[in-house]
């Protein structure tokens, strides 16, 4: 019953997440987006790359309410568009805005250091990509949820890259902040410091 249902259902799932990609690309293809395409292109393929990342932070809490235990299936397909949306947002940076150019590209870090924290978002977002396979699990065993756990490194680079490139309108960078910061406190327990020092604190307690 539950192989039956993962094939009737992913397929549909799968292509409910490249639906942004969809809207894009007729949009650009009718001309909406002119007479700067490419400033809509990298402000869009960013955006949706941050909800995806919010919605794999979004998905363990949810996951915990017996209801709603089949959204854990679609863990790796919303990590998977998370990663798709940061690559194509680099992409149309490196291609439409820096042209492939290596000069333009030194002069932006140096003039726009918030390009790092959104390049170390794409690095870890590659990574969890590449492991996100049923071999990499069983290869990795226990380290496996020791590397996912960086998807909270790659959220707070996020929250990072919008607000260090904020100009004047500051409502995605807040929204997006109170969202991540959130799903972060609900998984506090996830992080072995936190873990550890809460340990500590217990015991302490029990002492007394």
């Known amino acids: 019953m539950a192989v ?9 799932v799968l292509v409910l997440f490249f639906l942004p990609l969809v809207w894009m690309v007729s949009s650009l293809l009718l001309g909406r ?10 402000n869009l ?9 919010v919605a794999v932070l979004l998905l363990s809490p949810v996951a915990r309410f017996k209801s709603f235990r089949v959204v854990s299936r679609y863990r790796r397909f919303v990590g998977l568009s998370a990663f798709f949306y940061s690559i194509l947002h680099l992409i149309v940076y490196l291609v439409l805005f820096a042209g492939l ?22 690095i870890i977002l590659s990574a969890l990509a590449i492991t996100s396979t049923k071999q ?17 490194l790659a959220s707070i680079c996020v929250v990072a890259h919008l607000w260090w490139q904020v100009k004047s309108d500051i409502t995605i960078a807040i929204w997006f902040s109170i969202l991540i910061v959130s799903l972060l406190l609900l998984r506090m327990d996830q992080i072995p410091l936190y873990k550890s020092i809460l340990k500590k604190y217990r015991e302490s307690a029990c002492a007394k």
Do not use: C, Q, T
């Open 4 to 12: 039956f249902w993962d094939r009737r259902e992913k397929p549909y």
């Open 33 to 42: 987006y002119f007479p700067d395409p490419g400033k809509a292109l990298m």
């Open 45 to 53: 393929s960013g955006i949706w790359a941050s909800i995806f990342v």
């Open 101 to 122: 150019s290596l000069s333009w590209i030194v002069s932006d870090l140096i003039e726009k250091p918030y390009i790092y924290a959104g390049v170390l978002a794409v």
């Open 136 to 152: 990499m699990m069983k290869r990795m065993g226990k380290n496996w949820k020791r590397v996912h756990r960086l998807v909270y």
